[in-house]
């Protein structure tokens, strides 16, 4: 088990100390030097020489990594071109919003797809399970980003429930910014919980043939015991590693959606920042979000062995 | 000696009658045909033409003349939608083009040899993963330049770990059959073996990944082409007639519902067909049902 944990943590560290060194090539490489961008083209060479020593931009390749990956362990991300403010109150600024989303989201999303799913597994074959595993296949198909217009078209233009985007803030209250928040979330999670439901169906339908189901059944469990208490606990596996892909697409996923309702959030501040060339906020956010998917996965690694106690004892 | 059981040979007239009988299968089909006899058709008839504006036509409703109304240009949205289906399949398909082409070979070259090779390559996998698709499809598109090209480029890197990943996965399942040890002993090597053995029987597998990255392609041209990093105007796309509906929901909501439909029924025909092939050809699958 500890042997397990620690290869686990070991390829986690491994991954994300390459992933810092390919953002950081990736935007080596790019065109244009950073200097003379915020120089402006009326700059003369020596002015832009004399930011290039200060900006530490003429020192050799490795050193500027290790003094960029110094700075992202210490949280020192640098000053953002465009916002001229340390990227670091950027990023806190933008993860109030973002991080509220994409768990609200996940949530919901599992909220909705465990019962469902297993509503599904129980009947299965039957009408209940061919409606809702129809729903679901038509859930996968819609893109997020068409489903929020159409929320917004329904419970903002037509009923006026809730506002069609933006973002008031925290400090507005607690109840305005959720209620802000609300069709986003819905509309984030709805094709994830489609997802979702179909995985937990199919791994509960695996687990119900096994034999120990029919022994549970029959010493004279009542069906419901035994669909909630031994086939849920062992259909977790598949279904946490669904939950763990999932929050990474429900970061990515924000980018797309934070455009659709204008929310000030960390998804718009990365895209703008890529089409503003603000690299020093483009890699900070990359580097952020990665380390946010290697942080879970490796969670989900973990949580196997909390489910499964075979896991524990095996290596 | 392990027991021999033999298996009636599965003949290609007895998979077709299983494929009729199979729902998912059949409606996936209808639904794949059509949405690519539309993008076929739309090089040859479209109701009208795409790239000539009509100002005193714009956002007309939907009507006998206009099934599905028209946008802000006076365009017809369903010879947009037709056209637009074009660049879909076509950005989708080479996307799903690339990952096989260099995710198949990786993921069996990686099971074909195993020790440090596989565990390689798979840590190279676990990096990709690591970056989330949309996220770099983004910053792909917006630093090498908006377009389908790129769009293409970045959509199909994204497949290739994918593919490594199922190839990999069904050749090891291959590898401890006793037809490879056959193979072994009439004296051929690993990539003959990996060729001609291997490949064949992980075919169904691949086939329906392809059919699932496919409508993933779709999905994901769509939001790169929503956000502006797609396919560029005039040429239409469905993700590109999404985002210039948006501003105009009050009084044109039909530019955002028919490409939006387009994009549902496209995904949808590919992932029942996906279900389907895994269904007649995996008798595993069929018994969870």
Known sequence: MTAYLLKRLAIAIAT????????????????????????????????????????????????????????????????????????IDLVRERLAVSLPLALIALALSTIIAIPVGLFSASRRGRVGDTISMGAAQLGVAVPNFWFALMLIYVFAVWLRLVPAGGFPGWSAGIWPALKSLLLPAVALALPQAAILARVTRS???EVLNEDYIRTARAKGLPYRAVLWRHALRNAMIPV????????????????????????PGLGRLVFQAITQRDLIVVESVVMLLVAAVIAVNLLVDLSYAIVDPRLRSRQ | MTLHVDIPEETFSSILAKAFRNTAFVAGFVITLLILAMAIVSYAWTPYDVTKLVISDKTQAPS??????????????????????RNSIAVALVAVGIGMGVGVP????????????DEMLMRLNDLVFAFPALLSAIMITAIFGPGAVNAIIAIGIF??????????????????????????????????????????????????????????????????????????????SWGRMLFDAQTRMVVAPWMAIFPGMAIVVAVLGLNLLGDGIADILDPKSRRQR
Request: hydrophobic share 55%.
């Open chain 1, 16 to 87: 994300l100390v390459l992933a810092s060194m390919v953002v950081f090539a990736v935007l080596e490489i790019l065109p244009g030097d950073p200097a003379r961008l915020m120089l402006g083209m009326n700059a003369s060479a020596d002015q832009v020489e004399l930011l290039r020593n200060q900006m530490g931009l003429n020192a050799p390749l490795a050193w500027r990594y290790l003094h960029w990956a110094g700075g992202l362990l210490s949280l020192d991300l640098g000053r953002s071109y465009t916002y001229s403010v340390p990227v």
């Open chain 1, 203 to 205: 791994a509960l339908i």
């Open chain 1, 240 to 263: 946490l590693t669904i939950l763990g892909l999932q929050f990474a697409f429900l970061l990515a996923g924000t980018i797309i959606i934070e455009n659709v309702f204008y929310l």
């Open chain 2, 64 to 85: 006998l003349a206009h099934w599905f109304g028209t946008d802000h240009f006076g365009r017809d949205i369903l010879s947009m939608v037709m056209v637009g289906a």
């Open chain 2, 106 to 117: 990786l993921g069996t070259f990686a099971a074909a040899r195993g020790g440090l090779v």
């Open chain 2, 159 to 236: 497949n290739i770990p994918v593919f490594a990943r199922v190839a990999r996965a069904g050749a090891l399942a291959i590898w401890p059959r006793e037809f490879i040890l056959a193979a072994r002993a009439a004296g051929k090597n690993s990539t003959q073996i990996s060729i001609e053995h291997v490949l064949p029987n992980i075919a169904t597998l691949l086939l329906v990944q392809g059919t699932i990255q496919f409508a993933l392609g779709i999905l994901a041209e769509a939001g790169l082409s929503y956000l502006g990093l797609g396919a560029q105007p005039p040429m239409p």
